[in-house]
């Protein structure tokens, strides 16, 4: 998804730029570009390429803009082909502005035709985006807030703008809707930009901008500016995590990282959250009228963030005794879903931005459910518009491919499951402590897991070549087999589909060959005699079977070409440890064959489109 960056102040802003937009790779792109003021003639310089930001620094490095004042920007194309002309940032016909935008102008083809049949611009680009720059020309009268104003209030749809005018060069103006926007706040310079990311290098100091509101900088000071340009006194937030927590601090990906940081992001899910024997949830602060009230919940998210109101829906139900349904978001709003104010609709995002899961958000809110977000991101739309939020704490995700995102996302349905069961007292004590004792001992059991790499790089080897693998498993361990499916698939290109073991007989048994890997999950003891009979059909067809199952189990191996172990850990809680071998399989197949790990073709971390 696109990303912006905006720097105002003495230092040269083109070195500044690339770097920020580097640190936003992980967002997805296909081109790259920068606008840099040059003051002195009160002339915006733009560089902008199709493909990697490399492209863009070889370019940079032939003609370097030289100014302190600066927009740039990583395009992930939706309106026009990835190409030169597409990249952002954007200029109107005179080149005295230039625009760098995240979103989409909804009114784009509108706004074109008025303003080429009756204002006489030209067009460049096929993009949505050039409207905006052309805009700020016709409304431009040497105030650029007010040419910002006037051109916002004529597009409909999401925006995050950067915008600099070469005729106030020493002003860099911004605006957001909808798409993500920050302030970053430093000594004599300033920032825009899409995430934090992109401004550790230079500051932890940064200002959340809301939907509605302009941004203007200058080097020496910052403002942001409600709808009536009344100045908003934001609270500043600073950022605690250290640079490294952005970067791949020594690993080969950061998906890898991502894998091995799982043992420390479990324990910062779980702080302070669980104290004698009861989940504490301060953000919540549900009484039992509330919980008494629900009748039905609703669990919405897409992908992933999906795969894990999977497994947190058997848990809900259980520890609430009341019915939960699972939604993908996309799916969600068309079905007219029956909410109310006797529903509690929850949103699984990592990202807090899902264009998706935040439009079927808002449909929940309309029709006056109690709305919770489960997010990884402070800040974030769905956290902002969400009734309540519970963060994940899991700090930064770069990989496309989530991983402790995911796993963060288990441990916090589970508690939020557990305290829902103890506010309206349908959990049995002593299962509660056996759930919550399960979770506190998860980063150390994680570490065990994470010490055994080696196997997976040759069980990788073992599966590289595969056209096919299957995933199977009975409850929790079918919800967890498909997120092992979608892990592979996203990042080694394999086709992986995940069953239900007890299905298998019913189709897709005829698609398995010696030539098809299975993947067998055998965790949940009151299924597992059955899911060994599922195992013993796919190994008479002379299908390669790799099974999980927990530490102890000495049946197994019996039946499968290898044998995976996971530390003994209460039965439901197990997919928190489980998918940590899937996770790990799925990227040493993928370096394998030589993907593009962090980066997966055709794919984005953040997905602000509907
Ligand atoms: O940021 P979100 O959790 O809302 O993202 C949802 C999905 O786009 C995301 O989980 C996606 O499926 C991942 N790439 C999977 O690894």
Known sequence: MCGIVGYIGTKEATPLLVDGLKKLEYRGYDSAGVAVLEQMQRRI???????????????????????????????????????????????????DFAVVHNGIIENYLELKEWLVKERGHEFMSETDTEVFAHLLEEFYEGDIVNALRKTLSKVHGSYAVGVVAAQEPDKLVAARKDSPLIVGLGEGENFIASDIPALLNHTRDVWFVEDGEVVVLTKEGAAILDKHDHEVNRGVFHVDWDAEAAEKGGFEHFMLKEIFEQPEAFQKTLSGRIQEGKVRLDELNFTTEDVERWEKVFIVACGTAYHSGLIGKPLIEEFLHIPVEVDIASEFRYRNPLLNERTLAVFVSQSGETADTLAA?????????????????????????????????????????????????????????????????????????????????????????LAQKELYQQLARDIRDAQSIFFIGRGYDYNLAM???????????????????????????????????????????????????????VTARDAMVIGLAEEGDTEIAKWVSQAIYIPKIEDIVSPVLAVIPLQLLAYYTAVERGCNVDQPRNLAKSVTVE
């Open 483 to 537: 997120e092992g499916a979608l892990k592979l698939k996203e990042i080694s290109y394999i086709h992986a589909e995940a069953y239900a073991a007890g299905e298998l007989k019913h189709g897709t048994l005829a698609l398995i060959t010696k030539e098809t890997p299975v993947i067998a999950l055998a965790l949940q003891k009151n299924t597992y005699e059955k899911t060994l009979s599922n195992i013993m059909e």
């Open 361 to 449: 958000l808002r449909e929940a809110k309309a029709k006056g459910a109690t709305t919770l977000a489960i997010t990884n991101v402070v800040g974030s739309s769905i956290a902002r518009e969400a009734d309540y939020t519970l963060f994940l704490w899991a700090g930064p995700e770069i990989a496309v491919a989530s991983t402790k995102a995911y796993t963060a996302m288990l441990i916090a349905q589970y508690l939020l499951s557990v305290y829902l069961g103890q506010v309206k007292e349908t959990i049995p004590e002593d299962k509660a402590r056996a759930i919550l004792e399960a979770l506190r001992q998860l980063p150390e059991k994680a570490k065990q897991l």
């Open 45 to 95: 310089s733009v560089v902008k390429t199709v493909g990697k930001i490399t492209n863009l620094e070889h370019k940079l490095a032939e003609c370097m803009p030289k100014g302190c004042v600066g927009i740039g920007h990583t395009r992930w194309a939706t309106h026009g082909r990835p190409s030169d002309v597409n990249s952002h940032p954007h200029q109107g016909c005179s080149a």
